[in-house]
């Protein structure tokens, strides 16, 4: 194989580590991107026997973001296999105790129904904050997009940026806004 | 059969049903115990296998179309488009490519396929799919003319 040949090969072949941050984003749309990235459907040469998927970090897992009432209404089951062993974990519960475990339930579902399931979900590595193992960190080669833009924080502006944007009323007046740089409008 | 003496009058059954049975054999030979070698235990499997190949036949063509239209979506996706969009406009931008032809290019001449959807995005433009822009079609009135 020529030196080209040798490239493109691992180019094509090679698995990428890729980091997805989670803060405030939503689960089950993020996890609808991270199971395409675990299977390798993002990719031409795709087939379920062709073990193609590649590998992604999530951190900030403990920051996600669910909609509307998630928090209080969802309801995830779990049995012992003992008699009486059934629990209903409400989403805001399982949080407290495993801040990876919503995520992690999430693309698990996402998956396909198969024997490949539990191969892809090794291929997963999600984190609670943004501290990662060096072993880990060394392998992450790129970073997905996150699906939903966070805002900036009113007191995360600068001053000049307050002044230069543009004004509705130019009126002299002096405002104390809470959490907004101090400053005449 | 063709019986020229008394002593064929025996008739001899053995050989055709030898060759029946070894015709179903051959195909079980790389089945699991005694349906690999034994007659009325392989015929079950070996019927079965046929039956499964020829309704399969037809799902064939629903997996491998299936497979071929995620592999053309995921190449689009990479440049800006979907499989849908690139698929329709194809059509109107008059190319004639099957999906087993566009999977095929997708993945051995990246740049032919990459030329097709960049084609097929411009034709989109021009026809005004997708976008605000563009030509308006007769009897719509939009806020612009107002």
Not at chain 1, 68 to 94: I, N
Not at chain 1, 105 to 113: A, E, I, N, R
Not at chain 2, 95 to 110: F, G, S, T
Request: glycine share 6%; proline share 5%.
């Amino acid at each position: 194989m020529s030196a080209v040949g040798r490239v493109q090969q691992w180019a094509t072949f090679g698995r990428m580590w890729y980091l997805f941050d989670a803060k405030w984003q939503n689960p089950f749309h993020s996890a609808d991107k991270i199971k395409d990235i675990l299977t390798g459907t993002h990719k031409p040469i795709y087939h379920d026997l062709n073990d193609c998927g590649d590998h992604v970090v999530v951190i900030n897992s403990s920051d996600i973001a669910l909609p509307g009432v998630e928090w209080e209404k969802r309801v995830y089951f779990h049995h012992t296999g003992y008699a009486k062993g059934a629990s209903w974990t409400l989403a805001w519960e399982l949080h407290h105790k495993d801040p990876t475990m919503i995520l992690r339930k999430t693309v698990y579902s996402k998956l396909g129904k198969n024997l490949l399931r539990r191969g892809r979900m090794e291929k997963l590595h999600i984190f609670p904050d943004d501290k990662i193992p060096d072993s880990i960190l060394e392998n992450v080669s790129a970073q997905l997009r996150q699906m939903r833009p966070i805002p900036k924080r009113l007191d995360h502006y600068t001053r000049e940026e307050v002044e230069k944007f543009p004004k509705v009323v130019p009126a002299q007046i002096n405002l104390h806004l809470i959490g907004v740089p101090h400053t005449s409008i | 059969m063709v019986i020229t003496s008394p002593t064929l009058l025996a008739r001899s059954r053995g050989a055709d049903k030898y060759w029946k049975q070894r015709r179903i054999l051959r195909l079980s030979a790389h089945y699991y115990g005694r349906r690999q070698n034994c007659y009325s235990i392989a015929i079950r499997s070996v019927r079965r296998a046929l039956q499964y190949s020829t309704l399969h036949r037809r799902l064939n063509k629903v997996m491998y179309k299936t497979l071929w239209e995620g592999r053309i979506n995921a190449s689009c996706q990479e440049l800006g488009t979907t499989y849908n969009d690139m698929y329709a406009t194809m059509d109107q931008a008059g190319v004639a490519l099957d999906r087993k032809i566009l999977q095929n290019l997708a993945i051995w001449e990246p740049r032919s396929f990459r030329a097709l959807a960049l084609l097929t995005k411009a034709k989109q433009e021009e026809e005004g799919l997708n976008s605000l822009d563009g030509p308006v079609p007769a009897g719509v009135v939009t806020r612009g003319m107002l």
